[in-house]
């Protein structure tokens, strides 16, 4: 299957840990990449490769992948961690990309 | 500083064309591949296309190949999707975004523009 599947929505509350996962057999091959996007606004790389941030990305967000699963750790949730996450891998193939459904985050 | 910046966005009928650019600022164009990623609506992101640095390799998703041809020109820093037979489900906020290969199954798109609203509507 080249899909990734991620949960709908989570919530977290201010703080404290929350982890966002992304299921998908090419990611049994290939790393996923991590998306956030607040509204109106492009996405932005949070997390890419086995566990790499991009320079501005605070160091909160951390990444990890485990046989089909990838997942996005935000540790102590912030509200301006509030917004929707997506993944993204390549698919079976390698020649398309894939992203995953998004997550909505809540922090309550 | 690296840009990108979409243009060509609009209000088209079912049925109808559109070119959609992208000029890219702050980096050497022509060593990176390309991609087009597209919104739609309170929706997830879709994968649209792709072109190597060179366009020796273009992909499509299954949903608009046939429809939608990326093209590149690399002397004027430049990423075209020429969008033909439009269908109300195209409509979206089409991205052009940067990809990098960091070799051992790493792949990420590392710039994005802003955006360009295509609206497929009669």
């Known amino acids: 299957s080249s899909e990734l599947t991620q949960d709908p929505a989570v919530s977290v509350a201010l703080g404290q840990t929350v982890r966002i996962t992304c299921q998908g057999d090419s990611l049994r091959s290939y790393y996923a990449s991590w998306y956030q996007q607040r509204p109106g606004q492009a996405p932005v790389l949070v997390i890419y490769?086995?566990?790499n941030r991009p320079s501005g990305i605070p160091d909160r967000f951390s990444g990890s992948s485990s046989g089909n699963t990838a997942s996005l750790t935000i540790t102590g949730a912030q509200a301006e961690d509030e917004a929707d996450y997506f993944c993204?891998?390549?698919?079976?193939?390698?020649?398309?990309?894939?992203f995953g459904g998004g997550t909505k985050l809540t922090v309550l | 500083e690296v840009q990108l910046v979409e243009s060509g966005g609009g209000r088209v009928k079912p049925g109808g064309s559109l070119r959609l650019s992208c000029v890219a600022s702050?980096?050497?164009?022509?060593?990176?591949?390309m991609n087009w990623v597209r919104q739609a609506p309170g929706k997830g992101l879709e994968w649209v296309s792709s072109i190597s640095s060179i366009s020796s390799y273009i992909y499509y998703a299954d949903s608009v190949k046939g429809r939608f041809t990326i093209s590149r020109d690399n002397a004027k820093n430049s990423l075209y999707l020429q969008m033909n037979s439009l269908r109300a489900e195209d409509t979206a906020v089409y991205y052009c975004a940067r990809e990098v290969y960091r070799g051992r199954g790493t792949y990420y798109f590392d710039y994005w523009g802003q955006g360009t609203l295509v609206t497929v509507s009669s």
């Open positions: 702050g980096f050497t164009f022509s060593s990176y591949t």
């Open positions: 490769g086995e566990n």
């Open positions: 993204n891998s390549r698919d079976y193939s390698g020649n398309h990309l894939v």
